[in-house]
């Protein structure tokens, strides 16, 4: 069925008794073309692209629980191509496009909304990085622009340039930023994957790999063995758990993120802005809520949820630049395992066994990423070869000395 | 969380920094002829167990010890404390 | 206007009369009352408007449950969106405001809406408003936006103060009703340090709201004894207005207490509300059950509530409903509330219950049937029966009294692991699975619905967790009512039946979430938004989970059930900072000659926490560069004197402090001289560098090394990760001496005769020649060190002393060099002077930078282990072509060259993949009399004299630049050396 605004009103005038299922809830078969495990977001937008770019037939999604219950069902929403290095610009400004013709490409409205993302200023040296940032986006084909406080000010007249412990000296704005109805993009997807004859299979757990002669040729699950041409995993949070099952230790670690939601208030922000001297960052979604975030919790975790000292010190970076949000209640919070890999850049690669594709290690970034992953990946495992604009996503990097280190951090997961 | 120091008894993890497996204390032999090989996997290859890890923690606002908790990733409680002096040497970092 | 509602009895004090205003109109309550018993005992039913729809809407509940009656509380500044009336305590003088509304509140313009209701169904949006693309930011998201939200915020800066602090007992018992105040006694009369802490303003829990007997007296007296008896306990702390909004990690729990909420404006100096941490070893949680609705056709008029509020109003406020009420229950609950309001008075017009063997009464009708629908624009007139027999009735009441059962109120188990299950006998959810460590469960929380359950649980919980020896104390008399509930959602209906009232959700919703294939419970809170309002769907989650499970054949607990997270309640983000906002975010950091560097006026940088003096402006100068190119030239012409305390420094001591520095530094150590100081770098065990600068040898087995301003704590961790964890053995020591000593670099052609007026030793150049360092004395005994390192390329030293005569030194330096006019400068003159001699600092310590990029890749010593050292040599990082940093000048010298721009070829495309390398720091050079930059360029070694373009599309700058050596001045270090 098509979505269309006739639709809603035919439907409302005759009792929506004709609205179908989004997507069906088929028994799985004995045996697919390729596998995708994990029915995120970015396993699902895998399967769409496979069947609608690629032509690939027989496709199945395994999803332990239900579709969209992990990091896409659970972060602040925020599409973004603000990239400096190389091996990221491309990536996420091919992303940022995709996003840009969604809700036409799989007829679902995501609310995507560029509302525009501002990354605050504090300092010189900050300034040259992010000026270095700009630059780079704007020579990549991406759009940015310098803003000084008084521009910024005129947006957000609330902002603390009163008494701010750090004060502030302008922002680098991506105007094609924004954010997206999260769960939507989840439905999106999968309604779309599915009408393309991909089996979305939830409340299927891989349970281990069945291997022969170096190369996989199925997967255990909860709800039997299920045979496969190709597999690719798509379980960021868990990619360690799973790839375990293959032996493979991955250059990556666990770390819980929460995430906060206040009362729906009255619009107040325009856009989405990021904090520069602490650990805040913030926007307002359609529905009302002052959606924010920070830090990490800091430790391994597979725990979702995390601690009071990081909510405290995500609570006072926005005290310190919008003093004005006192008042407005925290209503929920939340935490996500993030892949945290070593370098704070992703992995769409092959692995060393046959037959077995990996998509991982989106640290807090994977829901922008979300469109230009599955792509990459569908390429991937549809061509064998990465796509162009992921090429440096490689699980070798670390072994040659070609990471991708945006914030320079080094080997330290938490730290990025 | 509460990190119970084998010194100065229990204390808030916010006192403490993290910084991850206590694999890092067995940095590997630099003159071995598999040097490359063992500092890539020592530098960046991780369990990263569902369950119990032994992890490192710096008592930045304390007494400055480096610490390995054994913790479970799962439920955070924590099953012991070390000072990682003494886990440095039980693995045989004594030179 | 009279409290023509208003009934006997109540835990209020009705010898004072409180004046309050309602979207401006005034009204009176009395002391005890909540903003919503004070509305209801003046007549006022409608309080709000819902979300989508914008229907009216009157409270539902009497707690902090509450899904319609929320309001703007205060004005001005202290404007609070979003405030459940039913949990604010009445104070003289409180406004409030009705919100989500346009235009006033009966004659809402938004309540269009709900004439569309059939077009605006669960998840229409989903589907629509995708045509033509560019109209959803246009149009059709500012429509959406313009109507989103609930309340609004003042958008002033809030004036409250918010605190924070810590609490450690044995016992924390969350929720002061009969099972909490019995755990509180038990554990308090053992010597227990408890905690009891109760959300409401008023401890006693449900039983205030009761007319049970407790123990020979009424219930609301019994509390009020037990309150008195926990008072006289020096062991127990009492915390009314205190909700306990998390259970978190090893039993910190978190806890708002409302200090000031309850004033018309906080007392002088107290914080509106403080967050504490509460460390407990145990916790009894008994936080109560909560009613729950039957869902039915227009069940969302005002006049409509839980059959437990309108008994709270009248027992514990003196407030009815309405003069006539009626009631629709599923279960012996429901009629409690029609036998107390009866025997206040109050006319009942029915009691429906659904159940065939209805209890009878002898005071009023007691009907078995269904309410299927209801009347009254802005307020409850009719409710229409269909009786058992298929008959209607109808009903003339201004209040509806709803029961369907008690779910309890599970929320602080399932902040971990718990989840919880499901119980026949209550049909409702219970604690499980793996609660809280060290949490157990007591009362209605637990499914222990009577007062004497209660009161025996808490009880029990108490000594149990306690490991209290012997029989339970002896508890008072008091009622032990089976449950019983026959389990009943909704009234199936032609209209709307709603069962998220503030979102909206009607069973209509739930049903096409269930025919579109939103099944589980997360999609249908997802998809449905169910669950989602400010009450987190305390009331409206279970109905929407049993309809769900009817239409999926399942059993509820098959269906699953939702998590409750964090915070129990809606908590105020201000509290969640405390005191760290504005000013005070981060602490300050100042150096010992801040006060000195104030008084000659200069202008401060954050660095870090720290305060810099950034430069110094004299008289007539009006730009910042003025005064910075006067302290660059200055200093290079005579003397000039910076602070540089706040550079890190690490005191390493013992026997092995060479060999450690060995291996923390890629270059070698193990050689230099006593008395020598030399450069080093440190490289992550990645091989990037992380850090960069000089250790001086003060004795064979003592080096001081520095550190950048920003990496002075990650050095000190790094270096103590080093030597506890990887050289355990090693005879060393390490002290972060950061804060001890005071350090100020004095530079320039007659920096040597300055400090030969301070200094009590010979620094002459061959006694103390360029790297010298030594412990020495100053101003005849005091002690000091002295290092002859620069930075900005002049004949320079940095003398440190320790921190107390940190300004006395800086003075002494100003008196001493006032005959060489020696100039005092900051980070700005600092940074051009290391540029101009093309010193790498932070911004090409980028955290990306290899040795190799700094063009000190030989420094990597081949000789010996170093932390980096194994993995600075992958492929990868020593590529050809690889990055090198270089100088960048303007071919024309009025060009500038910004930091950030990006290096292209001279000629050819200008776009990413043809990018050189880039600009790391930039300066206006007087020296020189033209802008100079230092930068990173593909190869760029090879290509010193290439002409190349310097771009920054960002800020506008296309200039033609030269690719020169980065050190800019002096080149053979002529003058450090003189």
Redesign the interface.
């Known amino acids: 069925m098509r979505y269309s605004g006739f639709q809603v009103i035919k439907q409302a005038l005759t009792g929506h008794k004709g609205w179908t299922p989004a997507w069906r809830d088929p028994e799985p078969q004995s045996h697919y073309d390729i596998i995708i495990i994990g029915g995120g977001g970015h396993g699902l937008a895998t399967a769409y692209y496979l069947a609608k770019e690629y032509g690939q037939k027989r496709i199945a999604v395994l999803e332990k629980g239900w579709i969209g219950g992990g990091n896409v069902g659970r972060n602040t929403t925020i599409i973004r191509s603000n990239y400096l290095l190389d091996g990221n610009e491309p990536f996420y400004e091919f992303s940022l496009k995709l996003w840009e013709g969604l809700e036409q490409d799989f007829n679902y409205n995501a609310m995507i909304s560029q509302r525009g993302i501002l990354n605050l200023i504090h300092s010189d040296a900050q300034r040259d990085a992010f000026i270095r940032r700009g630059n780079a986006m704007l020579l990549g084909g991406a759009d940015a622009e310098m803003l000084t406080t008084a521009q910024i000010k005129a947006r957000y007249p609330y902002l603390n340039t009163k008494d701010a412990r750090f004060p502030i000296k302008g922002g680098l704005a991506q105007h094609r930023g924004g954010t997206v109805r999260h769960d939507a993009v989840v439905w999106g997807y999968a309604r779309g994957a599915d009408s393309r004859g991909v089996d979305i299979i939830q409340n299927c757990e891989v349970t281990g790999f069945r291997q022969e002669s170096g190369r996989v040729v199925g997967v255990e699950t909860s709800r039997g063995y299920i045979g496969a041409g190709k597999i690719g995993c798509a379980v960021a949070g868990s990619s360690s758990r799973l790839m375990s099952k293959v032996d493979m230790r991955l250059p990556m670690e666990s770390h819980v993120l929460q995430a906060f939601v206040s009362e729906g208030l009255k619009p107040v922000m325009p856009g989405v802005v990021t904090f520069g001297a602490g650990h805040f960052y913030c926007s307002q979604s359609d529905k009302g809520g002052l959606v924010f975030g920070g830090d990490l919790d800091g430790y391994n975790s597979y725990a979702q949820r995390g601690n009071l000292p990081v909510v405290e010190d995500v609570c006072e970076g926005g005290m310190a630049i919008f003093p004005a949000f006192a008042r407005a209640r925290l209503l929920r919070m939340w935490g996500g395992v993030m892949d945290m890999s070593m370098d704070g850049s992703p992995i769409i690669d092959r692995t060393p066994i046959g037959g077995l594709y990996f998509n991982g290690g989106w640290c807090y970034g994977g829901f922008k990423a979300t469109p230009a992953s599955g792509f990459c990946f569908a390429h991937l495992l549809a061509r064998d070869e990465p796509h162009p604009t992921a090429t440096a996503y490689r699980f070798d990097r670390f072994e040659t000395g070609h990471m991708i280190d945006e914030k320079g951090m080094g080997n330290q997961p938490n730290l990025h | 969380m509460i990190i119970d120091h084998p010194l100065l008894g229990p204390r808030d993890s916010a006192e403490f920094t993290y910084m991850g497996d206590a694999k890092l204390i067995d940095r590997p032999d630099p003159d071995a002829a598999t040097a490359a090989r063992d500092f890539y996997d020592y530098a960046y290859l991780r369990d990263n167990p569902a369950g119990w890890h032994d992890e490192l923690w710096f008592h930045e606002q304390g007494d400055r010890s480096w610490l390995v908790v054994t913790r479970n990733t799962i439920t955070h409680e924590i099953r012991q404390v070390r000072l990682a002096r003494d886990v440095a040497r039980a693995r045989g970092r004594s030179t | 206007m009279s409290q023509k509602n208003r009934i006997s009895g109540g835990q209020i004090d009705r010898t004072k009369t409180l004046n309050f205003t309602f979207d401006g109109k005034r009204y009176t309550g009395h002391p005890g009352d909540t903003l919503a018993s004070a509305l209801l005992a003046n007549g006022v039913r409608l309080m709000g408007r819902s ?1 989508k729809y914008h229907r009216p809407r009157g409270v539902l509940t009497a707690g902090s449950e509450e899904p319609n009656a929320l309001v703007e509380l205060r004005s001005g500044a ?5 405030t459940r009336a039913t949990t604010t305590e009445l104070f003289d003088g409180l406004t409030a405001k009705s919100q989500n509304r346009l235009g006033s509140l009966r004659f809402d313009a938004m309540a269009i809406n709900d004439r569309f209701s ?2 605006l ?1 669960a998840g ?8 033509p ?1 560019a109209f ?2 246009k149009l059709y ?1 500012p429509i ?3 109507a ?11 004036p ?1 103060v ?1 605190d ?1 602090g810590f609490l450690h007992c044995d016992m924390l018992i969350i929720g002061a009703g009969p099972a909490g105040l019995v755990a509180a006694l038990t554990a308090g009369r053992s010597g227990a340090r408890v905690i009891l802490a109760d959300e409401d303003f008023r401890m006693g829990g449900r039983i205030n709201s009761e007319t049970f007997v407790i123990g020979g007296t009424s219930g609301a007296d019994w509390a009020v004894t037990a309150i008195a008896e926990l008072g006289s306990l020096p062991n127990v702390r009492i915390m009314p207005r205190t909700t306990v909004i ?1 259970a ?5 729990y ?1 806890a708002v207490e409302r200090v000031g909420d309850h004033l018309a404006t906080s007392e002088t100096g107290k914080p509106r509300q403080i ?1 504490w ?1 509460i ?1 407990s070893k145990h916790t009894v949680l008994a936080a109560g059950a909560t009613e729950r609705p039957i869902a039915f056709d227009n069940n969302d008029r005002p006049g409509i509530m839980l059959a437990s509020a309108m008994r709270t109003y009248a027992n514990r406020f003196g407030v009815a409903a309405d003069k006539r009420v009626a009631i629709f229950t599923n279960n012996d609950d429901g009629h409690r509330t029609a036998a107390d309001l009866h025997a206040k008075g109050v006319k009942i017009a029915a009691v429906v219950d659904i159940r065939p063997d209805v209890p009878r009464s002898l005071d009023y009708e007691v009907l078995h049937g269904e309410v299927v629908d209801t009347k009254g624009r802005l307020g409850l007139t009719f409710a229409e029966v269909k009786l058992g027999d298929g008959s209607i009735r109808t009903l003339e009441c201004g209040a509806l009294g709803v029961s369907g059962g008690w779910n309890p109120n599970v929320h602080l188990t399932c ?3 718990g989840r919880p299950t499901w119980n026949e006998t209550l049909a409702a959810f219970v604690p499980g699975g ?1 609660l809280p ?1 060290g949490m157990v469960v007591a009362g209605a929380a637990n499914g222990d619905m009577s007062t004497h359950r209660a009161l025996q649980g808490g009880a029990q919980a108490a000594q149990t967790v306690l490991d209290l020896e012997g029989p339970l104390p002896d508890l008072p008399q008091a009622e032990d009512a089976p449950i019983n509930v026959t389990p009943f959602w909704y009234v199936e209906g032609a209209s709307r039946a709603w069962l998220d009232q503030q979102n909206d959700v009607t069973v ?1 919703d739930v049903k ?1 979430s269930h ?4 099944r ?1 419970v ?2 249908l809170k ?2 449905t ?1 169910l669950g ?3 009450d ?1 769907g305390k009331t409206s989650n279970m109905g929407g989970l049993a309809i769900m499970a009817e239409l999926a054949g399942k059993t509820i607990p098959e269906v699953g059930t939702t998590m409750f ?3 129990y309640t ?5 509290v ?3 005191r ?7 602490p ?1 950091r100042l150096t010992p000659s801040h006060k000195w560097a104030e008084e000659r006026g200069a202008v401060f ?3 870090g926490n720290w305060l810099r003096a950034q430069w110094f402006p004299r008289a007539g100068e009006t730009h910042w560069r003025q005064s910075v190119d006067r302290e660059v030239l200055a200093t290079r012409a005579s003397v000039g004197v910076c602070d540089v305390t706040t550079l890190g420094k690490v005191d390493v001591q013992g026997r092995d402090a060479a060999a450690f520095l060995n291996m923390i530094y890629c270059n070698g150590f193990g050689k230099l001289a006593v008395g020598k100081t030399r450069y080093g770098l440190m490289l ?5 560098a ?1 850090d960069d600068g000089t250790a001086g040898r003060l004795a064979e087995d003592h080096f001081v090394v520095t550190t950048t301003t920003a990496n002075a ?1 990650p050095v000190y ?1 790094h270096m ?2 080093v030597r ?7 005879d060393v020591q390490l002290i972060s001496t950061t804060e001890a000593w005071a350090q100020y670099a004095v530079a320039g052609p007659n920096a040597r005769k300055l400090l030969e007026k301070i200094v009590d030793v010979d620094i002459s150049n061959d006694a103390f020649p360029f790297m010298a360092c030594s412990n020495i004395t100053i101003c005849d005994g005091l002690r000091a060190r002295l290092f002859r390192i620069s930075f900005s390329g002049e004949l320079a030293y940095e003398i440190a002393v320790p921190t107390a005569y940190g300004d006395a030194l800086m003075r002494k330096i100003m008196e001493a060099g006032a005959e060489f006019d020696v100039t005092p400068y900051g980070t700005e003159a600092l940074g051009v002077m290391r540029i101009e001699k093309g010193h790498a600092a ?2 090409e310590l ?3 930078t290899t040795a190799a990029n700094l063009g000190i890749g030989r420094m990597v010593s081949g000789l010996k ?1 170093s932390i980096g ?3 600075s ?6 590529a050809e072509g690889d990055l090198r940093q270089v100088g960048i000048k303007p071919v024309n010298p009025a060009d500038p060259v ?5 290096l292209m070829k001279a000629t050819g495309p ?3 993949a043809h ?1 050189q390398g ?5 300066c206006y050079s007087p020296t020189l009399g033209h802008a100079i930059a230092l930068g990173f360029l593909k190869d760029g070694s090879a290509r010193l004299g290439e002409r190349m373009r310097l ?5 506008g700058v296309n200039v033609d630049v030269e690719i020169v050596s980065a050190h800019f001045i002096d080149p053979d270090g002529e003058r450090l050396r003189a």
């Open positions: 979300f202290r404007q609070e969106p979003n059939n077009f169904t229409f949006y989903y589907k629509t408003f995708m045509w693309k959803w930011e998201e959406i936006r313009k989103a939200g609930l309340g609004s915020l003042s958008l002033k800066d809030d409250d918010y924070k998390g978190f990690d090893h039993g910190i978190g967050l941490r460390y902040h971990q692991r793996t460590p209509k096409l025919q579109e294939g939103f589980s997360e999609h997802r998809y938004t989602m309002a400010t987190q997270r964090p915070p809606p908590t105020a983000i201000g969640f900072a405390g760290h906002r504005g000013k005070d975010f981060h300050t940088v954050e660095v992550r065990e990645d091989g990037i992380m704590l961790r103590e990760f506890q964890c990887l050289a355990p053995d090693m932070g911004n980028n955290g990306t282990d050292k194994v993995l040599q992958r492929a990868g990082l020593n910004p930091a950030g721009a990006h200008v776009d990413a990018d880039y600009v790391t720091s930039a771009v920054s599309p960002l800020t």
